[in-house]
């Protein structure tokens, strides 16, 4: 299989936040015109590939992207058209040589992913493969349906209520197919609407499509999503709908604690709450739960929880093969969020899981808060065969995108892919 691109193309787009990213559309001999769209993060790790943003400028307050779409039109299209790659492989180290530094500063992070997405998919259309079952292939995994994680209760970074803590997911562990799993998170999802109205609660949303209510203590959320559950007919727990958190814990550090509700709380005590959580609600796993630069802290995280919840590093990780194989000799953690732009290529991604499946580490793949209606994490997830996914609320055109790209997968193949999580 070769690729030859003929044409090469960006253009500067809206997100779900109003804020501008890019759309990328590559031409090959083989494959036609294929498009991508690269989504931005707001609660980023500091070790993430740089997003490339038009400081400086006034346009967008600055914070356009037309640096970055010039550069895939000029300097990046200048250096792949009209050559022939033997793989999208070949043409993501053609993007990070010609990029050359560490973290894709130079041409953008934002830039370079959207030619890899495009040139993974335009791969996929030349061998006339789905692209789910192409990434499977090259990754030489075992492709499997994901348990859906719905981020029904936004605060952090993404709302503009009290609550420190970022994201409250509903995990259907227990369901029994992707189609009854996305029932059960919009049922919910509809039960919870109600609950918080009748608690004279606001119903407005967040940026991943999750309510934003005025409750500050992540327990008294907790308490409202078990109830929301068994509202819908459903079970809490792991046979049924279990609960995961992401509280995304770099962003309410403070001089070296843990600031919560306007209470200050070092690691251990921070860890000791987690602990109380575990017991009294069904939390399967908990992603950020200590800050990126606390990883001492997370060594005693893991030692303490991790033969019970699922432990998963998003901001100290940042998809980074040799992150990740730190943190394995370290033992910290036990399972890792994947998100492509947060390394910039398809291969360094597939790189990635591949390292976590190796070390026993679970892997969750990834929308970011500000989306486009690109579901290329849908076939992500199916084909690296990781068993977990999260693209936020079950509600949003550009979460919702994700979700329903998998029940069209599911229903083509009812008998082939099988679905739910994957014991580590
Ligand atoms: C999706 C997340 O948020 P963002 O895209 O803002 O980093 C996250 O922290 O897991
Ligand atoms: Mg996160």
Redesign the pocket.
């Given at each position: 299989m070769s690729l030859r691109i003929t044409d090469l193309h960006a253009v500067e787009i809206l997100d779900s936040r109003a804020r501008p990213t890019l759309a990328v559309t590559l031409t090959t001999s083989e494959g036609g015109r294929i498009h991508s769209a690269v989504?931005s993060?707001?609660?980023?790790g500091s070790m993430e590939a740089v997003e490339l943003r038009d400081t400086g400028r006034s346009r967008y307050g600055g914070q356009g992207v037309l640096t970055a779409v010039g550069n895939v039109n000029g300097e990046i299209a200048q250096a792949l058209t009209g050559r022939t790659f033997s793989s999208a492989a070949a043409v993501d180290r053609a993007l990070i040589a010609l990029d050359g530094t560490d973290d894709k500063a130079r041409l953008g992070a934002n830039a370079i992913t959207g030619v890899s997405l495009a040139a993974t998919r335009a791969e996929a259309a030349s061998g006339g493969t789905a692209l789910w079952q192409h990434i499977a292939r090259r990754a030489g995994t075992s492709p499997r349906l994901p348990v859906p994680h719905f981020n029904v209760v936004n605060g952090g970074?993404?709302a503009a209520n009290g609550l420190d803590f970022?994201?409250f997911m509903l995990a259907p562990l227990g369901a029994p197919s992707l189609a009854e799993a996305v029932r059960a998170g919009a049922e919910i999802y509809g039960r919870l609407k109600a609950r918080l109205a009748s608690e004279g609660q606001p119903t407005g949303l967040g940026d991943?499509g999750g309510f934003a209510p005025d409750i500050d203590r992540p327990e008294d959320v907790l308490r409202v999503l078990v109830s929301a559950i068994e509202d819908a007919g459903y079970a809490a727990g792991r046979e049924g709908v279990a609960l995961a958190l992401?509280p995304?814990a770099s962003e309410f550090r403070e001089d070296g604690d843990y600031r919560i509700a306007g209470e200050s709380l070092t690691s251990d005590q921070l860890i000791d709450r987690y602990e109380e959580m575990i017991e009294n609600f069904p939390v399967w796993s908990i992603?950020?739960g200590l800050a990126e630069d606390d990883w001492d802290g997370w060594t005693r995280l893991t030692a303490r929880l991790g033969s019970r919840v699922q432990l998963m590093g998003?901001?100290i990780f940042v998809t980074d093969p040799a992150t990740i194989a730190q943190a394995v000799t370290r033992t910290v953690g036990n399972s890792s969020?994947i998100?492509v732009n947060q390394i910039g290529t398809v291969t360094e991604t597939l790189e990635a899981v591949r390292i976590c499946r190796e070390a026993g580490y679970t892997q969750m793949i990834?929308?970011?808060?500000?989306e486009t209606p690109d579901a290329f994490i849908a076939d992500l997830a199916v084909g690296t065969g990781c068993g977990q996914i999260?693209s936020g609320a079950p509600a949003r055109g550009e979460r919702v995108a994700k979700y329903d790209r998998l029940l069209e997968i599911a229903d083509a193949h009812p008998v082939d892919l099988r679905f739910g999580v994957v014991a580590p």
């Open positions: 989504p993060g707001a609660s980023t970074a993404h970022q994201e991943e992401d995304a992603e950020d998003d901001d969020l998100k990834s929308h970011r808060s500000g999260k």
